[in-house]
């Protein structure tokens, strides 16, 4: 059974930083990717980046595009996700997500990957 845990969520004042781990387990290979995705409270789900770790792709959805950086470790099974200067609407709880491919459909839509972290929140303030 698949399993992602999405880590490294905080308090971080207006203009920091936070880097997000999104580790994977029960599954052989790299053929796969991961999706990262934020919901605030009271909003809707909001796909942010996703990396393929089959050949290090990415995609950034135009809204953190410059801010947040992806990356992958094959030998960890762990996709990061660097948050860079965090306003208060970054407050969130952003979860990771593996789908077989890292494509705009699956961070834009309609394509919903299959399997889900739990997710990790990330509270911007001062």
């Known amino acids: 059974e698949v399993q992602l845990q999405a880590s490294g969520g905080g308090l971080v004042q207006p203009g920091g930083s936070l880097k997000l781990s999104c580790s994977v387990s029960?599954?052989?290979?790299?053929?796969?990717?991961i999706g990262w995705f934020r919901q605030a409270s009271g909003r809707e789900r909001e796909g942010l980046s996703c990396?393929?770790?089959?050949?290090?792709?990415?995609f950034y959805a135009n809204s953190v595009m410059g801010r947040f950086t992806i990356s992958g470790d094959k030998a960890k099974n762990t996709v990061y996700l660097q948050l860079n200067r965090l306003n208060e609407e970054d407050t969130a709880v952003y979860y990771c997500?593996?789908?077989?491919?890292?494509?705009?459909?699956?961070?834009?839509?309609?394509?919903?990957?299959?399997?889900w972290g739990q997710g990790t929140q990330v509270t911007v303030s001062s």
């Open positions: 997500a593996k789908d077989v491919l890292c494509d705009p459909s699956v961070i834009l839509g309609p394509r919903d990957p299959g399997s």
């Open positions: 029960g599954f052989t290979g790299d053929d796969y990717a």
């Open positions: 990396f393929s770790m089959r050949d290090g792709g990415t």
